[in-house]
């Protein structure tokens, strides 16, 4: 973890990180977790409605322990992580003839939406075109950066940099 932690501050001063913001969203009376749920692959969303087993950790301030403990929750409760954990690792996940904001709207739920430069997304984008000539992967980042910019679907946001301490 603190590993990532400096990597990730290595990052930000080098490209401008985006991700998907919950709160356009809410601005905009998009609800947030039905636009991620129609991204679920078949058996996830032949999985809506029923119910899971899900381990949340809880902490015991006695023992001052932490342990797990299952709790059931409706199917895709968090889909985001849906994603991230089943419908992003199967084929066709991302498509050649997908636009391109969704192609990149899809590789930021596949990292479970942390916010990344454009360029990373650019070369995860590269896994799902081996090929090449996929036309999202034709962009160069500078035209990439000016579709994100632009867009007013997808709630794709520069990351506030955290204050320095
Ligand atoms: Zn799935």
Redesign the pocket.
Known sequence: MIQDALEISQEMKEAKRYFIDRTWYEQNNLDFDEVVRAR??E??RAKLGTETEERVPVFDKKTGRASFEFRRVPYGANPVR??RD??SR?KGFIAPDMPALEAVFRIYLANGNQPMPLEHVREQLLEWCPAGGCQWLMLPVEVLERLVASDNYYGIRPHALPVAA
Do not use: H, P, Y
């Open positions: 679920f692959c058996s996830c849906t994603i089943c419908c199967k």
